[in-house]
């Protein structure tokens, strides 16, 4: 059965520091990972995402890594600003169901002044 | 070129009542999918819909829940007698090739069922 487990479930970071979220995944054949960043009470907007070739992809101060070899990723943030705070989302899709894919249930990011 | 939009934003209904909810994709895109977001959860896929034809629906409750993507005309996610539990933000999606590719999304339609 394709998984996504994230973790923090949810994390408090004072403005300005760093924080990274971690991923793994079972789902298979690995076909692509996307990290979304959702805004409460709003839809997710992509930040990133990875091919099987990847092993980092930047998007300004959002950071992924992808280690398909182990199946985990991680989304760094760095010098938050209180607009990080939102639920981030790791997305993987697999090769051979078309459209489908898997999402994590999030990381509640709180930055705080 | 305009984003996804969905439609209403906000929508009440009582119990026993059909809601319908409605989704227009990014200019160019003809996949279209549909997730389900339950207070303070993760979201949950639905159903994935190419025009006039319904790809995957292996995550809708086979009651009450239907779907559909017209040739001409916005999507539309249909929910007969509904029931408190169907309360929740309906999210749509889109992209212009299905496999893995990018989708967008919509702000979400929240359905609230008195």
């Known amino acids: 059965k394709n998984q996504v487990e994230q973790s923090p479930q949810s994390l408090i970071i004072l403005e300005g520091k760093n924080c990274t979220l971690q991923?793994?995944?079972?789902?298979?054949?690995?076909?692509?990972l996307r990290w979304y960043k959702q805004d409460t009470g709003r839809g997710p907007v992509s930040l990133t995402i990875m091919t099987f070739s990847e092993n980092t992809k930047s998007n300004g101060r959002y950071t992924a890594t992808l280690d398909a070899d182990t199946k985990q990723s991680s989304l760094h943030i760095t010098a938050s600003q209180l607009s990080d705070s939102a639920s981030y989302i790791c997305?993987?899709?697999?090769?051979?169901?078309?459209?489908?894919?898997?999402f994590g249930d999030g990381t509640t990011l709180t930055v705080k002044p | 070129n305009a984003g996804v939009m969905q439609n209403p934003r906000h929508l009440v209904r009582r119990r026993g009542q059909e809601a319908r909810l409605r989704c227009s994709p990014m200019k160019g895109h003809s996949h279209v999918y549909w997730y389900r977001q339950l207070p303070e959860e993760g979201l949950k896929f639905m159903v994935y819909?190419?025009?006039?034809?319904?790809?995957?629906e292996s995550g809708m409750p086979k009651e009450r829940f239907s779907a559909e993507f017209p040739k001409e005309g916005p999507s539309i996610l249909r929910i007969q007698q509904v029931v408190r539990g169907d309360s929740a933000a309906y999210f749509c999606?889109?992209?212009?090739?299905?496999?893995?590719?990018?989708?967008?999304f919509g702000p979400g339609t929240r359905l609230t069922v008195t």
């Open positions: 819909l190419q025009k006039e034809n319904i790809i995957d």
């Open positions: 997305v993987v899709s697999a090769g051979t169901n078309a459209g489908k894919s898997t």
């Open positions: 999606a889109s992209s212009p090739t299905p496999i893995g590719s990018e989708q967008y």
């Open positions: 991923c793994n995944y079972t789902v298979s054949p690995f076909s692509n």
